[in-house]
């Protein structure tokens, strides 16, 4: 069905949740899995030690965040390829999934409030529009 699953990873509740959920579906369909974190850079930075700085700590954050999944992964039986990509979120995971060619991506959802979500719009929403491949958000 699924030969290559990838996981968005924000270290969230909800993408937590999508991470349960694609170890499971990459077991029933002997899937590879791969997980996606991305260290998200400042729209209009104003120097470059400022982006310097956002990747410091964007790796920093996310560190806990790809250990718990890889011993998560493991716990399960499952090898998972890790991708820690500095970048915007959206862009960063469509490029990985064309890479990759993924056929199946599993995001989790995130709420907003509907004002936010007309102004703001939201990445889960964005990765349902422009993913190449069927979007699975978990609840």
Known sequence: MYKRILVANDGSPGAAKAL??????????DAE?????????????ASIDEVDEEQREAGDRLAPVVAAARAQAQQAGLPIEMHLIPGHVVDAVLGLINKREVDLLVVGFMGHSALYERIIGG????LVRLAPCAVLVIK
Do not use: C, N, Y
């Open 20 to 29: 349960a959920a694609a170890i499971e579906l990459a077991q029933r369909t």
């Open 33 to 45: 899995l791969h997980m996606i974190a991305v260290e998200e850079l400042p729209r209009f930075p």
């Open 123 to 126: 990445t889960t929403d964005r």
